[in-house]
């Protein structure tokens, strides 16, 4: 899968989306010729990500932009301190704030709320893990932000790895017949997971050769007889309502993986300005 088409597929569509025949109102006040350098501005502490995305968006307007990062992706800032700094035409500054704002903005936040949950995780040997659950046609930068802010990123989409969830296994007529019907059809080398919601259904995942079982909204108790259970033989992760408070004990369930949809399904935007600073 080429995700570098994705996004530029992405910011084809958010470019006519928001500039479609051009900016009426700079076109009409700024001249061609004027130029100038913008900053950009942590307005509350977090996480950087997006950087490289929003220098792509910049580079479909000028090609020859003054770039100078004073930060990294994956890197932490506090209140005050200046991000980035951007030299170019005035016009083609402010045809790329809004959209540049709401994907740094964006993926930020997602790296922000990221780095929180690692750090709970910290001490521990349970990693954490994103989700599918995406803005559509978002998902390569909401997992690129995932990382920034030191998560894993599960699969990327339907087609890259093999997961059983309940509804595959009601209408297979349980795990072994699902098992059996995907390892008939697809080569070994697929990673398979297997979704179950009690210790029965464990053992039968462990019996198929799941290379990863979930556990899905079992209680803390549950997950470390079903850990006990696994015995190594699969990899574990834990789903289902996680939050900050609850992870320390879920992690010492001894699951290798804890998955959180509210990553990226539950964003706060980062609070980040632009602002012009010289002329």
């Known amino acids: 899968m080429n995700y570098d088409s994705l996004i530029e597929r992405l910011l084809d569509l958010a470019i006519e989306e928001d500039i479609a025949t051009g900016d009426i109102s700079t076109e009409a006040i700024i001249p061609v010729h004027s130029q100038a350098v913008a900053e950009m501005k942590a ?3 977090g996480v950087i990500s997006g950087l490289k995305i929003i220098k792509r968006v910049y580079e479909r307007f000028e090609k020859d932009i003054r770039w100078e990062p004073l930060v990294e992706d994956g890197t932490a800032v506090k209140k005050g301190d200046i991000i980035l700094r951007i030299g170019c035409s005035y016009r083609t500054l402010l045809l790329g704030e809004r959209l540049s704002l709401n994907i740094l903005q964006r993926m930020s936040g997602i790296a922000t709320a ?4 690692v750090k709970e995780l910290e001490g521990t040997h349970t990693q954490l893990l994103d ?4 803005a559509p046609g978002m998902r390569v930068l909401d997992k690129m932000a995932v990382h920034d802010g030191g998560g894993m990123n599960h699969r990327m989409g339907l087609y890259d790895m093999i997961m059983l969830k309940d509804n595959h296994i009601k209408i297979a007529g349980g795990i072994p017949n699902a098992v059996k019907a995907v390892r008939k059809n697809l080569p070994l080398s697929v990673k398979l997971e297997v979704e179950t919601t009690n210790l029965e259904e464990v053992r039968q995942a462990v019996d198929c050769g799941a290379d990863i079982i979930m556990l899905d909204n079992m209680g803390n108790e549950a997950m470390a007889e079903a850990v006990k259970l696994i015995a190594g033989r699969a990899k574990t992760e834990a789903s289902g309502n996680m939050d900050i408070p609850r992870l320390k004990s879920v992690a010492a369930t001894g699951v290798d993986y804890i998955s959180v949809g509210a990553l990226t399904h539950s964003v706060k935007a980062m609070d980040i300005s632009m602002n012009i ?3």
């Open 277 to 279: 600073v010289q002329e």
């Open 131 to 134: 989700t599918r659950k995406t």
């Open 43 to 45: 307005k509350a502490d």
């Open 114 to 117: 990221t780095a929180a949950f």
